[in-house]
């Protein structure tokens, strides 16, 4: 099973980026999706999360309105629209796979991406 996350970078404060996560060696329709973000010295926490058909998702308090969690189960591969991007954004964002009919919010995912750097300069 391979996860692999791209897309990130450095943009100014305000700016959009978009994150890009492929998927291999699993049954991708099968598996509930999510991002997740860690910051130094911080905890690894959820971003968003989707649910098979994509048709349910939920964000963290701090990113809704900003972000949007999408996914193609054709190309096996889920997205994350950044927009308004703010410093307390930076981190290190893990895309995620858990075996799950519903979204799931937790943290007990089964396979994990590499993660791609994010930096929002002010």
């Known amino acids: 099973v391979q996860l692999q996350a791209s897309g990130g970078g450095s943009v100014q404060a305000g700016g959009s980026l978009r994150l890009s996560c492929s998927v291999s060696g699993l049954a991708f329709s099968n598996y509930a999706m999510g991002w997740f973000r860690q910051a130094p010295g911080k905890n690894r926490d959820i971003v968003a999360a989707?649910?098979?058909?994509?048709?349910?998702?939920r964000y963290a308090d701090s990113v809704k309105g900003r972000f949007t969690i999408s996914r193609d189960n054709a190309k096996h591969r889920v997205y994350l629209a950044m927009n308004s991007l703010k410093p307390e954004d930076t981190a290190v964002y893990y895309c995620?796979?858990?075996?799950?009919?519903?979204?799931?919010?937790?943290?007990?995912?089964?396979?994990w991406g590499q993660g791609t750097q994010v930096t929002v300069s002010s």
């Open positions: 995620a796979a858990v075996d799950s009919r519903a979204l799931y919010l937790g943290s007990n995912y089964d396979y």
């Open positions: 989707i649910n098979l058909s994509g048709d349910y998702t």
